[in-house]
C-alpha cells in the first residue's frame, strides 16, 4: 500500500501596477521538508500571478499528493471551487456572458488540481500570517530581480 503524500502549499501573486511587472511565489512544505519557489512576468496582472503560483506550485509536485493549498486570492479560490464546472458548463463564458478571462490558466490549474486532493483554503493577505507575508515578499523580489536584468 503506497503512502499519500501530505504538502502544505502557501501561494500568492504580485503586480507593480496592474497590469504591470507581476510576480509569483509559492512555499510548499512536506514534513521537515520546504521549498519555496517564485518566478516573474514583465507585462501580467495580478490575477494572472495568484493564478501562475498555484499552477507552479501543483507542478512541483512529484506525486499525487493530499494539499492544502492555502492563497489570500478569493478569485483563485472561488474559481476552482464555486466557478470553473459553470464557467466549463457556459462554454467558458462568465455570468455577463462574456469570455471568461485567463481560460488558458484556469485549464492549466484545473489539469494539475486533478492529480492532487487539494483543500483550497483563503487566508487574509497583509494580515500577518507568516507564511503569506513569507511568499507575498517573495513574490516582490522576484519582481525587483526581473527588472533588474
Not at 73 to 95: I, M
Amino acid at each position: 500500500m503506497s503512502r499519500t503524500t501530505r504538502v502544505e502549499i502557501h501561494t500568492d501573486g504580485a503586480c507593480s501596477g496592474n497590469p504591470g511587472p507581476g510576480g509569483w511565489a509559492a512555499l510548499l512544505r512536506s514534513g521537515a521538508h520546504e521549498k519555496l519557489i517564485s518566478g516573474a512576468e514583465p507585462a501580467t496582472t495580478n490575477n494572472r500571478m495568484e493564478l501562475t503560483a498555484a499552477i507552479r506550485a501543483l507542478e512541483a509536485l512529484k506525486r499525487p499528493s493530499e494539499v492544502v493549498l492555502y492563497t489570500d486570492s478569493q478569485y483563485v479560490r472561488r474559481g476552482l471551487t464555486e466557478w470553473l464546472e459553470r464557467w466549463r458548463a457556459n462554454g467558458w463564458r462568465n455570468s455577463q456572458k462574456q469570455p471568461v478571462a485567463n481560460r488558458e490558466l484556469w485549464e492549466e490549474l484545473d489539469t494539475l488540481a486533478k492529480r492532487h486532493r487539494v483543500d483550497w483554503r483563503w487566508v487574509r493577505g497583509h494580515s500577518g500570517h507568516p507564511e503569506n507575508e513569507r511568499v507575498d515578499q517573495a513574490a516582490r523580489e522576484a519582481i525587483t530581480k526581473a527588472a533588474g536584468r
